[in-house]
């Protein structure tokens, strides 16, 4: 089955800084990759997703790209803020099952 | 806005105990999957239902079963509960595989304590 490796696992940015989380995954068929975002306690939210016909999608500031050849996907947030400190889970689907990654911790110093 | 909706929110079981944990989809979707998520991990696939069928299985044992009914909502039930299956178990709802469409929306999940 699918297999998708996140790492690092844990990361640190200052306040304004850009983060970057990077995702492999092993399964070519799988063709659509979220991202989701989960607060202590909370469900995972989806911030943000990716076809796997299309190579970058962008919103506001948050960005994946997404490279099939190298079976890599990435999210990068631009100018973070406190209130983006939670864990960052990376996600690919084939055949409509979703399997994720193990997560990451982002932590923004004010 | 008719999100998903699990109950119960919390429950503190016994080993060996039996216990059924319920989901209802976002409305127009008609796919529930069910996920563990135990303390500082992903959520791991445990099976996904459709047309009141199992479709597909993550690697979890027989303990774990479910069912779906024709409203689309559905259950999960674990018996001969073990200390191990402490964890959050999240619900997810998504359109039906026939559609190009992958929104996949989360519950809240329900934490299950097992003493």
């Known amino acids: 089955g699918e297999n998708v490796e996140q790492h690092p696992s844990t990361l640190s940015v200052q306040e304004g800084d850009s983060a970057v989380i990077k995702c492999t995954y092993s399964?070519?068929?799988?063709?659509?990759f979220p991202w989701y975002k989960q607060e202590l306690g909370k469900r995972p939210q989806l911030i943000i997703d990716?076809?796997?016909?299309?190579g970058e999608k962008k919103d506001q500031r948050i960005a994946v790209t997404l490279n099939k050849t190298a079976k890599h996907f990435s999210l990068h947030i631009t100018e973070t803020q406190p209130e983006d400190s939670a864990v960052y889970f990376c996600?690919?689907?084939?055949?409509?099952?979703?399997?994720f990654g193990k997560g990451i911790t982002l932590s923004v110093r004010p | 806005d008719a999100g998903v909706t699990q109950s119960p929110t919390h429950l503190i079981k016994t080993r060996g105990q039996q216990v059924t944990l319920r989901c209802s989809p976002k409305?127009?979707?008609?796919?529930v999957s069910w996920y563990q998520q135990a303390l500082g991990q992903g959520p791991q696939f445990i099976f996904q239902?459709?047309?009141?069928?199992?479709?597909q299985r993550g690697n979890f044992p027989d303990r774990f079963s479910g069912h779906q009914f024709p409203n689309y909502s559905s259950e999960l039930n674990v018996n001969a509960l073990l200390l191990g299956d402490s964890a959050l178990y999240l619900c997810?709802?998504?359109?039906?595989?026939?559609?190009?469409?992958?929104?996949?929306?989360f519950g809240s999940g329900t934490r299950l304590t097992v003493v």
């Open positions: 997810a709802s998504s359109p039906a595989p026939r559609t190009d469409i992958y929104g996949y929306t």
């Open positions: 399964d070519s068929a799988s063709n659509y």
């Open positions: 990716i076809r796997s016909n299309v």
């Open positions: 996600a690919a689907i084939k055949a409509r099952k979703l399997t």
């Open positions: 409305s127009g979707h008609d796919t």
């Open positions: 239902y459709y047309e009141e069928e199992e479709r």
